[in-house]
């Protein structure tokens, strides 16, 4: 009796958090899409603000973030907004654990490539006026690392590493997040997370603060006349949403580390329930941070605004006089 109780309060505390899970992420992610979409929207329709190098990197990681929000969140709502994996089926995990693992390795190392990529637009943006080096420092970074790599390691350690799915926990999340491979090869796993997890939030990190001091020291030295508005701009646009893959990836990281290298269940419940979160926290507030940092698009969207409410005010009094 004494464990029923027991078992009935551990499901309704579940039970609770998955509700108040389910009311975060769709309350969440509608703005999202909207926001995203309105986004892709004003670059279609503003082809001089495309043509600058580092818009094209963060509409190319915009498309990927939209790319999980409608793909792989609403698998994460439809579980909290039950409580259990539906279709509680091997087929429908290693879908979800392919999804879930290339989208988030293809934004953060579009991310770490950014990152890098915007010290050669700030300082040495003249290597971008030649094609080779558009090609070479850029457009094949972006796609060969942060688009084609993931989904083909995926691809190749998920969907063809298959195994018998008793390892699979269809109460977890994205199916307890145990693919094949992390279960039964130690050096995939080790080179998973190494590579494609620790490695870009490190980058990330580094860059980032080597940016910063580099941007402060040469205006504080002012040897040479750089449009320090614009480089300002880059920066804080830079330093904002690496900030929100650092806050995202970091606790995850440092989590695992421990786990692999000293106490397998160290904060293993926490991880689960609330740390993994805060990775998809990441694509539902990255075009809230881009709104904020793309000033032509506030402004677009004020006119948008402004003259369908002009329009309205002209209509209704003709209406009333009518």
């Keep these: 009796m004494k464990f029923s109780m027991t078992e009935t309060v ?3 505390d579940k039970y609770i958090l998955h509700r108040v899970k ?10 999202s899409i909207v926001l995203s979409l309105l986004i892709f ?16 990197a963060l509409l190319l990681l915009l498309i990927v973030n939209f790319v999980q929000i409608v793909l792989n969140l609403p698998m ?20 979800w ?3 879930e693992y290339t989208l988030n390795a293809s934004g953060e190392i579009l991310m770490s490539i950014i990152s890098i990529q915007r010290h050669l637009l700030i300082f040495h943006g003249e290597l971008f006026h030649k094609r080779f080096y558009r090609y070479l420092l850029h457009h094949i970074p972006l796609s060969l690392f942060g688009i084609i790599y993931p989904i083909v390691f995926y691809f190749c350690v998920i969907l063809l590493y ?3 799915g008793t390892q699979l926990d269809f109460t977890l999340n994205a199916c307890g997040m145990t693919a094949c491979y992390l279960v039964y090869s130690k050096v995939l796993a080790t080179y998973d997370w190494i590579v494609n997890n ?18 402060v020291r040469q205006k504080l030295r002012r040897q040479r006349v750089m449009p320090w508005k614009k480089q300002r701009r880059m920066t804080i646009q830079l330093l904002s949403i690496s900030s929100l893959y650092f806050l995202g990836w970091f606790p995850s990281i440092m989590i695992a580390v421990v786990q692999q290298l000293w106490s397998p269940t160290f904060l293993a419940d926490a991880q689960v329930d609330y740390i993994y979160d805060l990775i998809y926290l990441i694509c539902l507030f990255l075009p809230w941070v881009c709104l904020g940092l793309f000033p032509e698009f ?22 009333r006089a009518f």
Excluded at 198 to 215: C, E, K, Q, S, Y
Excluded at 298 to 314: D, G, K, L
């Design 10 to 12: 551990f499901h309704d």
């Design 22 to 31: 389910f009311g975060i992420y769709i309350t969440l992610e509608v703005p």
């Design 41 to 56: 929207i004003f670059f279609l329709t503003h082809q001089h603000i495309l043509r600058i190098r580092q818009n094209q």
């Design 76 to 95: 994460v709502i439809h579980y909290n907004h039950l409580g259990y994996i539906s279709p509680a089926t091997k087929a429908y995990c290693i879908w």
């Design 97 to 99: 654990e392919f999804i």
């Design 162 to 164: 298959t195994c018998d």
């Design 198 to 215: 620790g490695m870009p939030i490190i980058l990330i990190t580094f860059a980032n603060a080597i940016l910063l001091a580099r941007v």
């Design 298 to 319: 506030t402004n677009w969207i004020r006119m948008y605004v402004f003259r369908r409410n002009a329009a309205q005010n002209i209509i209704r009094p003709a209406t």
